[in-house]
């Protein structure tokens, strides 16, 4: 005879396989289309998070191409809120690199508005390209590359191996482990913020469909969001001072 215990037991186990079998499927990079290339079975696979990747850059294109393309002396309201705009992300970057880092701001500021605009996609019903641990991956890269360029074009080549050793050459090793940590540290972080957040809202609305996860969103979705994208520049910004500084 089955327990009531085990009942309760059996529910249980089948209302988490349910669950987690849902967020898997939300969790899941699918892919929306091949490229034909010759020699590769099936093509190459473009992914979920490259076509939202492409749609992001295409608007946030367009829409720099409207918002200056009639600039003024005399600044209207929307200019000015333009300016404000970029005016603090310009000072968030200052304070984060110096002036020596300034000539990097461009792409600080590219990063930021992308992680931003692609942590709060999920509103509008497409999935966030910061789910799929390849972009992650990519944006880390693509930081820890521009973070050691600046360290090379602040120091020259022999200067930056110099710096490998330093204070003393036992820190060799440990510095050039520090390369590869920073971009994988800077990956995780984003990622894993990204997903728990995800999949914390994911179990809210499965508990509580209703109102609740309307305001749950406002912060995962909208400041979580926002805030990752912030740290994400915050430290790179970081990392890029500590290289340009003598």
Same mark, same amino acid.
């Given at each position: 005879?089955?327990?009531?215990?085990?009942?309760?037991?059996?529910?249980?186990?089948?209302?988490?396989?349910?669950?987690?079998?849902?967020?898997?499927?939300?969790?899941?990079?699918? #892919?929306?289309?091949? @490229?034909?290339?010759?020699? !590769?079975? =099936?093509? $190459?696979?473009?992914?979920?998070? %490259?076509?939202?990747?492409?749609?992001?850059?295409?608007?946030?294109?367009?829409?720099?191409?409207?918002?200056?393309?009639?600039?003024?002396?005399?600044?209207?309201?929307?200019?000015?809120?333009?300016?404000?705009?970029?005016?603090?992300?310009?000072?968030?970057?200052?304070?984060?690199?110096?002036?020596?880092?300034?000539?990097?701001?461009?792409?600080?500021?590219? #990063?930021?508005?992308? @992680?931003?605009?692609?942590? !709060?996609? =999920?509103? $509008?019903?497409?999935?966030?390209? %910061?789910?799929?641990?390849?972009?992650?991956?990519?944006?880390?890269?693509?930081?820890?590359?521009?973070?050691?360029?600046?360290?090379?074009?602040?120091?020259?080549?022999?200067?930056?191996?110099?710096?490998?050793?330093?204070?003393?050459?036992?820190?060799?090793?440990?510095?050039?482990?520090?390369?590869?940590?920073?971009?994988?540290?800077?990956?995780?972080?984003?990622?894993?913020?990204? @997903?728990?957040?995800?999949? !914390?809202?994911?179990? $809210?609305?499965?508990?509580?469909?209703?109102?609740?996860?309307?305001?749950?969103?406002?912060?995962?979705?909208?400041?979580?969001?926002?805030?990752?994208?912030?740290?994400?520049?915050?430290?790179?910004?970081?990392?890029?001072?500590?290289?340009?500084?003598?």
């Amino acid at each position: 005879m089955i327990s009531l215990a085990d009942s309760f037991s059996t529910i249980g186990y089948l209302a988490d396989s349910s669950i987690s079998e849902e967020i898997n499927e939300q969790l899941k990079c699918d #892919v929306v289309f091949s @490229i034909p290339v010759p020699f !590769i079975d =099936g093509g $190459i696979p473009v992914y979920n998070s %490259t076509v939202v990747t492409w749609i992001i850059m295409a608007v946030l294109v367009i829409a720099s191409i409207i918002a200056t393309r009639n600039l003024k002396i005399v600044p209207s309201k929307g200019q000015m809120l333009l300016e404000t705009a970029v005016g603090w992300i310009r000072d968030f970057c200052y304070n984060g690199m110096g002036e020596r880092g300034m000539r990097y701001f461009p792409y600080l500021g590219t #990063v930021l508005i992308y @992680i931003g605009c692609s942590n !709060i996609i =999920g509103l $509008i019903g497409l999935k966030p390209p %910061t789910k799929d641990l390849s972009v992650t991956i990519g944006l880390a890269l693509m930081s820890i590359v521009l973070i050691e360029y600046a360290n090379i074009h602040q120091r020259r080549v022999g200067g930056f191996f110099k710096s490998l050793a330093s204070p003393t050459a036992i820190m060799l090793p440990m510095n050039i482990l520090e390369i590869g940590i920073r971009p994988l540290s800077l990956c995780m972080r984003l990622f894993g913020n990204v @997903i728990a957040s995800f999949i !914390i809202m994911e179990l $809210i609305k499965m508990v509580c469909p209703a109102v609740i996860p309307m305001v749950f969103s406002l912060y995962f979705d909208i400041f979580d969001g926002c805030l990752q994208a912030y740290i994400f520049v915050f430290l790179t910004s970081l990392f890029i001072r500590e290289a340009v500084e003598d």
